[in-house]
């Protein structure tokens, strides 16, 4: 037993507590408004007790999602922080300790993220190891009116060999020297 409370943990959060911190830290997508069939699964990162980032997780929207159905992969829809410096520990934890766990417990084997081309540069997920499995375009955007906008779409696979292997199956071919 420790005398001394956790200077850093992750915790299972609720939706309340999810959408409060979405909307007061400025995330882009808002709330999390989807329907909950099949999860969703919402965690934090705590600091000295503090919620200082979080994720949200939930069963993919469409059947397939860049090859992968929804008994394949789980979608991580939301990564936000008190500050945008603490999003990457988070993602971090949440693939290292959160994403086995949800894996072990449904059958996944991948987690896939959209990002939208428009407003993020997918750095977030590019330095995290994620591979750029395609690209996909909205219809229409009903956050923001008009017309949709190109999303990147990112995977993490729990297998590195098939990580690999899909990294080589879809890489861009090298052009012959002239």
């Known amino acids: 037993m420790s005398l001394v409370p956790p200077i850093q943990h992750i915790d299972v959060i609720d939706l309340d507590q999810l959408n409060r911190c979405l909307v007061a830290w400025g995330h882009k997508m808002g709330p999390w408004t989807r329907p909950a069939f099949g999860g969703p699964w919402f965690h934090g990162m705590f600091h000295h007790g503090e919620l200082v980032a979080l994720t949200a997780a939930g069963t993919l929207i469409r059947e397939r999602c860049a090859g992968l159905t929804r008994d394949d992969a789980v979608e ?9 410096d603490l999003c990457r520990p988070m993602l971090r934890l949440w693939r290292e300790m959160v994403f086995p766990d949800l894996c072990r417990s449904r059958g996944w084997r ?9 407003l993020h540069s997918g750095n977030l997920y590019r330095f995290d190891g994620w591979l750029l499995l395609g690209r996909s375009s909205s219809g229409s955007d009903q956050r923001r009116g008009g017309k949709g906008q190109s999303k990147s779409i990112w995977g993490w696979c729990l297998d590195r060999n098939e ?4 990294k080589t199956a879809f890489a861009m071919p090298r ?4």
């Open 110 to 118: 991948w987690a896939v993220s959209y990002q939208d081309e428009a």
């Open 163 to 166: 990580m690999a292997a899909r």
């Open 76 to 84: 991580l829809g939301r990564v936000c922080a008190v500050r945008p």
């Open 175 to 178: 052009r012959e020297a002239a």
